[in-house]
């Protein structure tokens, strides 16, 4: 750290930051002067502080507030940083966190501590998860009543049509687009292909695979606060809610992985379309823990508004080879890359969580040998299968009680988690769908 400090001595104040359960980061501002008490010693605050809800209030029944005396953790860098915070300048440094007890322990309400959980799973059998995620957001004018997508810098114009693939809508959006691809180059993330997606304003970026899992989960979670943070340098608001516009597809967080062995074989691949038992196995898994997911993929009151027979979102339970209508889709190509696409998640959920549950329940169908049913064919919405929860209350209740959730988290991340969304639910029973779609806004 203090040699990253001494090559950039620009550098004024560094931001700590740890993602708390909704994917909210959550830290402090310290003098670039006490840096060295970082590497050495930590950083304190609350348990608690990982536990808000979304509006940023304490979890009231909460056991790690005043049944604790609110007790503090320790708060040790990640290793990945210090980094650039390209929408803020060059004065200023992010420091990635996450929460210990004193005696050394790792929190197990910390979302990133649930993603190493389920890695140690795979260590143990010698595997290693390769990941590949694709995010769409969208670019949005709020400056006015209501929502719309930002002017184009080109023509100054509000276009409201569809604009899949369009290369005009990339190109009206040039110079925001620059600046992305640059700051994801000097954060170390490493950004693919950018097209235009269904709903106006609505883009997609793809991060490219690699063979260290939690990387391409803090990649994810750094790309979000990079969007949202660029985007407004820009004029405009970046946004990952699951739908902001009425009548309009939502933002989905897409998974892509493959299971390496210690030899770096891929284990889905048996030389030919269909993919190995193991393959198999890890669907089965995924299917089975799906409905109990859900408040992990769907983890917001806006998130159901996504998940519409239809929307482009998935509703059932299903699994197929090359077809975008199922939840899970077996990609063509190359064997060599065979792999399986999990298509659940909205934009809006905490990526150690999200991919937690997808490599935990995946492990899980691996452990017990699961076979799934047969792939389906044709469109999934027209066809009768099991479903996902299909509204907050639902989701909520049968991650309670899933039996595949549980082995995937600790018990008092699941505590914490319920105890958060029941909250929220209380809370936005108050709110009108403006007030909420400007909570999302700025929080998701």
């Known amino acids: 750290m203090q040699d990253w400090l001494a090559a950039h001595p620009e550098v004024r104040n560094i931001r700590i930051a740890a993602a708390d359960l909704n994917g909210q980061a959550r830290g402090k501002r310290i003098p670039v002067a006490n840096a060295a008490k970082l590497g050495t010693e930590g950083a304190r605050f609350p348990f608690s502080a990982l536990n808000l809800d979304v509006w940023g209030h304490d979890i009231e029944d909460s056991p790690l507030l005043f049944d604790t005396g609110d007790a503090d953790g320790v708060l040790r860098p990640t290793g990945r940083g210090p980094l650039p915070m390209p929408w803020i300048g060059p004065q200023a440094a992010l420091v990635p966190i996450w929460m210990f007890h004193d005696d050394g322990r790792p929190f197990a309400g910390d979302a990133r501590h649930a993603l190493d959980r389920v890695l140690d799973r795979y260590r143990a059998r010698g595997i290693t998860p390769v990941m590949a995620t694709e995010l769409e957001f969208y670019l949005i004018d709020d400056s006015g009543e209501g929502f719309r997508p930002p002017p184009s810098p080109v023509s100054g114009r509000h276009y409201q049509g569809a604009d899949t693939l369009a290369l005009r809508a990339l190109d009206a959006f040039d110079g925001f687009f620059n600046d992305l691809y640059d700051a994801c180059e000097a954060m170390g993330i490493a950004a693919d292909t950018a097209s235009s997606e269904a709903g106006p304003g609505q883009f997609e970026i793809n991060l490219l695979h690699g063979p260290d899992p939690m990387k391409m989960a803090d990649d994810t979670w750094l790309f979000k606060l990079l969007v949202k943070g660029l985007a407004r340098r820009h004029g405009f608001a970046g946004s990952f809610m699951a739908k902001p516009y009425d009548g309009q597809p939502g933002n989905g967080l897409h998974l892509h992985f493959s299971l390496l062995d210690a030899e770096g074989r891929n284990l889905f691949d048996d030389g030919g379309p269909k993919g190995t038992d193991m393959l198999r196995h890890a669907i089965a898994g995924c299917m089975a823990a799906m409905p109990g997911s859900t408040l992990i993929f769907a983890p917001h009151a806006n998130s159901y508004a996504r998940m519409v027979p239809g929307a482009h979102a998935p509703t059932g339970v299903c699994w197929a080879y090359e077809n975008r209508t199922a939840s899970i889709r077996v990609p063509s190509g190359s064997h060599k890359a065979r792999r399986i696409e999990h298509r659940v998640a909205a934009g809006d959920i905490n990526p150690y969580l999200m991919m937690a549950a997808v ?76 007030a909420l779609r400007d909570l999302y806004l700025e929080t998701t």
Not at 382 to 389: G, K, R, T, V, W
Not at 393 to 401: G, L, R, Y
Not at 403 to 419: G, K, S
């Open 359 to 434: 490599l935990g329940s995946a492990l899980n169908g691996i452990e017990d040998a699961a076979d799934p049913p047969a792939p389906i064919t044709g469109n999934a919405y027209a066809q009768d299968m099991p479903h996902l929860p299909s509204d907050w209350a639902a989701a909520v209740a049968v991650f309670e009680t899933c039996p595949h959730v549980a082995r995937i988290f600790a018990p008092e991340l699941i505590d914490n988690m319920l105890r958060t969304k029941r909250q929220e639910m209380r809370e936005a029973a108050a709110l009108d769908t403006n």
